[in-house]
């Protein structure tokens, strides 16, 4: 036993750092880590790990398409127990009081698609409406409103940007998940809204 014990260690100690990066990445495409090589121990070259944190990247990329695309105070980023919640306010999404989606909003879904179809993670999209009563023919209530918006928008990212069905799941809170006062315009603009939220897992 000793002698494979030296024998293991003697090898580990001729991997290149090349070699050893690739068997690291590999096992953290299994696991749901991204480990990197920051630096090379001086003793014997073996290369020192240090790995990524998953939510961080992915909040930065996301970050990154909201910038580029000047949407800073249309669409805002929270992180919280159940995960990274990217709000969308329905002003870039619906016309008012309807729930088909406009051609301009397709642009930001494609692009915000182009990274959750990449995650393993579960996806949550979810209707939220203001507190000003609707009542037509077609929402008799902002019940569904709320559900008809987060359906359009989920079944367009299924449809249209590829993401597994089986890993999108919808919910309509109507009035009831303010973020923001709705004694206020700006408040109840900031209420009316699609949430796409990225579950947690152990793979982000």
Sequence with gaps: ML???????????????????KIISAMGDVFGTHPKITEMTSANNIPVIKPFNGENILKAE????????????????????????????????????????NAGSLVILNKIASILKKLPNDIRVEGHTDNVPIHTEAFPSNWHLSIARALNTAYYLINSEGLMPDKVSIVGYSEYKPIDSNNTPEGRANNRRVDIVILKSKNL
Excluded: M, W
Excluded at 75 to 92: M, P, S, Y
């Design 3 to 21: 002698l494979g014990l030296f024998i293991i260690l003697y090898t580990i100690s001729k991997v290149d750092a090349g070699k050893y990066e």
């Design 62 to 101: 996301l970050s990154r398409i909201i910038d580029q695309n000047h949407y800073d105070k249309s669409i805002k980023l929270e992180e919280n127990d159940r995960g990274i919640v990217i709000h969308i306010l329905d002003e870039i999404l619906f016309p008012s009081g309807s729930a088909n989606l």
